[in-house]
Every structure is written in structure tokens, then in C-alpha cells.
């Protein structure tokens, strides 16, 4: 039998204690089924469950409009929190160049405290180690973080010990809350914000370097110096990107991960669940900046 961590048993309390609204990576079907996944999260103690397609798309449209309005500005992507240490720590002369826009994460935590009220609690869960400490960073919007890991420990612990909470299995507890049918679940794959902010028309291919792991984002980071015309740098910092995440639990080779993402896509445009709940409109006067003004208040 699983014995779990002091950390995780606190955490189990914590979501069955308090009215939680998981925010589940797209990756999650690297490791996870849809739609029993979120059955499982509400059988955990989730309120609610939602994914960050719709913060992906509120993102991709703000650098959209960013890049369009200052065209000749050389910009990082900030949505990689290892990306964005790494540039703080190493080349803290580029640091001007991150997008002061938050990650997915950041900026859905800080939607569904709006959206859903102040008194829920958000915890994301992810592929990624450093999602950790960003959360802690930005404890006004993401009280906890979690692996996919992490998760499965959880699953098997209470299924091992008969805790899983009886609900029944009806659309409520089997499909997502706010669920947004989008392009935006392609973000876990390297180079997915450059492919999905619509540029074209106003970056050209060789304007954009788009590359994952360290040798790589140092590479890309000395053309930009070099280069003047290089103008958007879209790094993820592991092989295969979010894909590729320390957190994930399947051992298959990254292009069988990366295809689960793009099967993933494809089949959710025949979704018709929350067909207008994705409309940009709900996020007008959302504070989209990495970090929250300290004195903002929550409606």
C-alpha cells in the first residue's frame, strides 16, 4: 500500500476543506483519460475543474496586440517559469525583454478567483517542478501546486483506502467547469504561443526563433543579440516542452506525448460543452501582469 507524504495528506484536506477549483494543464492527457480524469478530481474533493485553454487564448491574443502595437521590440515569452528564472538569473540584461504578461497559470488562477468568487481556493496541477515556486510567488492567485505525480499518489491513496468521495457519474461531475473548445491546447508543445498569437502578418518566420532545453535558449538568445531582427523568442525549457515536464508520469518517447496533445485538439472540435464560455469579453479588466499589484482587490 501507497503511504503518503505528510505534504500530500495536507494537501487532501486542504481541497476537501475549502471550495477548490483545480486548474488542469492540457498536458494532462499524457498521463490521464478524458473525461475520467475530472470525475476523479471530484471524487478527490474539487468543486470545480477547469482547464487553461481559455487563459492560453486570453495570452496568445494580448501578445497578438503587444507585438502588433511595438512590431520593432525584441521580446521573450514569458509563459515558461524556468525560462523566465533563467533569463533572470543568467542574462539579467534581457530581463526587460520578458513579456510582462503571467503564465496560463497565473492569469486562469487569478480568472477564477474573479470569476467564481474570492473565497475559492485554486490549485493547479501540471507537469512542471517550477510551477512550485511561481505559485508561491503568486500566492493571491495559486494557493496550491501540484504534479501530474503527485496526482496519481493522491487517486491511488484514497482509492487504496476507500476515501474517494461518492458522486455520481453525471455531466456536472464528468465534464469541465467554463470548459473553452480551443487551438490553445496545443500551448504544452514547443513553439504553440508563436503559432497561436496569429503574427504572420506581422512577424516574418525568420523574426521568431522558437526552441526548448538550455543549449538551445542560449543559442537563441545570442541571435537575438547578433540579429536586431529577430524580434520574438518562444523557449520552453524542457525537451519536447510541457511535454516533456519532470512531472508527468508516462515513460513513452516524446513524439508519442507530443501526438496525445495534438489527438487531444482534434478531437475536442467536436465538443459542444461551454461553445460561448470562451469569449474574451469575461476577462476585460482582468490584470493580466506577471505579478498582481499588491494593493489590488479582488471583485
Given at each position: 500500500?501507497?503511504?503518503?507524504?505528510?505534504?500530500?495528506?495536507?494537501?487532501?484536506d486542504?481541497?476537501?476543506?475549502?471550495?477548490?477549483?483545480?486548474?488542469?494543464?492540457?498536458?494532462?492527457?499524457i498521463?490521464?483519460?478524458?473525461?475520467?480524469?475530472i470525475?476523479n478530481?471530484?471524487?478527490?474533493?474539487?468543486?470545480?475543474?477547469?482547464?487553461?485553454?481559455?487563459?492560453?487564448?486570453?495570452?496568445s491574443?494580448?501578445?497578438?496586440?503587444?507585438?502588433?502595437?511595438?512590431?520593432?521590440?525584441?521580446?521573450?515569452?514569458?509563459?515558461?517559469?524556468?525560462?523566465?528564472?533563467?533569463?533572470?538569473?543568467?542574462?539579467?540584461?534581457?530581463?526587460?525583454?520578458?513579456?510582462n504578461?503571467?503564465?496560463?497559470?497565473?492569469?486562469?488562477?487569478?480568472?477564477?478567483?474573479?470569476?467564481?468568487?474570492?473565497?475559492y481556493?485554486?490549485?493547479?496541477?501540471?507537469?512542471?517542478?517550477?510551477?512550485k515556486?511561481?505559485?508561491?510567488?503568486?500566492?493571491?492567485?495559486?494557493d496550491?501546486?501540484?504534479?501530474?505525480?503527485?496526482?496519481?499518489?493522491?487517486l491511488?491513496?484514497?482509492?487504496?483506502?476507500?476515501?474517494?468521495?461518492?458522486?455520481?457519474?453525471?455531466?456536472?461531475?464528468?465534464?469541465?467547469?467554463?470548459?473553452?473548445?480551443?487551438?490553445?491546447?496545443?500551448?504544452?508543445i514547443?513553439?504553440a504561443?508563436?503559432?497561436?498569437?496569429?503574427?504572420?502578418?506581422?512577424?516574418?518566420?525568420?523574426?521568431?526563433?522558437?526552441?526548448?532545453?538550455?543549449?538551445?535558449?542560449?543559442?537563441?538568445?545570442?541571435?537575438?543579440?547578433?540579429y536586431k531582427?529577430?524580434?520574438?523568442?518562444?523557449?520552453l525549457?524542457?525537451?519536447?516542452?510541457?511535454?516533456g515536464?519532470?512531472?508527468?508520469?508516462?515513460?513513452?518517447?516524446?513524439?508519442?506525448?507530443i501526438?496525445?496533445?495534438?489527438?487531444?485538439?482534434?478531437?475536442?472540435?467536436?465538443?459542444?460543452?461551454?461553445?460561448?464560455?470562451?469569449?474574451?469579453?469575461?476577462?476585460?479588466?482582468?490584470?493580466l501582469?506577471?505579478?498582481?499589484?499588491?494593493?489590488?482587490?479582488?471583485?
Amino acid at each position: 500500500m501507497l503511504e503518503l507524504s505528510e505534504d500530500l495528506k495536507k494537501t487532501i484536506d486542504f481541497i476537501q476543506n475549502n471550495k477548490c477549483v483545480c486548474l488542469l494543464a492540457p498536458s494532462f492527457v499524457i498521463d490521464f483519460e478524458y473525461s475520467k480524469i475530472i470525475f476523479n478530481l471530484k471524487q478527490i474533493g474539487f468543486t470545480k475543474v477547469v482547464e487553461l485553454t481559455y487563459s492560453a487564448k486570453i495570452i496568445s491574443c494580448e501578445y497578438h496586440e503587444l507585438i502588433k502595437k511595438y512590431p520593432d521590440k525584441q521580446r521573450i515569452c514569458s509563459n515558461c517559469p524556468s525560462v523566465v528564472k533563467f533569463i533572470e538569473n543568467k542574462y539579467p540584461q534581457h530581463k526587460s525583454k520578458l513579456v510582462n504578461i503571467g503564465s496560463p497559470m497565473t492569469i486562469m488562477g487569478r480568472f477564477c478567483k474573479k470569476e467564481f468568487g474570492k473565497d475559492y481556493k485554486t490549485v493547479f496541477i501540471g507537469p512542471c517542478l517550477t510551477k512550485k515556486i511561481e505559485a508561491k510567488e503568486n500566492p493571491k492567485d495559486i494557493d496550491l501546486a501540484l504534479t501530474f505525480k503527485e496526482l496519481q499518489d493522491i487517486l491511488f491513496y484514497l482509492k487504496s483506502n476507500n476515501k474517494l468521495l461518492k458522486i455520481s457519474k453525471n455531466k456536472k461531475n464528468t465534464c469541465f467547469d467554463k470548459f473553452y473548445n480551443d487551438y490553445t491546447k496545443v500551448y504544452p508543445i514547443s513553439g504553440a504561443v508563436a503559432k497561436t498569437m496569429h503574427a504572420k502578418n506581422i512577424l516574418t518566420k525568420k523574426q521568431v526563433i522558437c526552441c526548448e532545453t538550455i543549449p538551445k535558449i542560449e543559442n537563441a538568445i545570442k541571435k537575438m543579440e547578433d540579429y536586431k531582427n529577430i524580434k520574438f523568442l518562444d523557449m520552453l525549457f524542457c525537451k519536447g516542452g510541457c511535454c516533456g515536464g519532470p512531472g508527468i508520469i508516462s515513460t513513452e518517447d516524446i513524439n508519442a506525448k507530443i501526438k496525445k496533445v495534438e489527438n487531444y485538439r482534434e478531437i475536442s472540435k467536436d465538443y459542444k460543452i461551454g461553445k460561448n464560455k470562451g469569449l474574451l469579453k469575461y476577462a476585460e479588466e482582468l490584470n493580466l501582469d506577471i505579478r498582481r499589484n499588491k494593493n489590488e482587490k479582488l471583485n
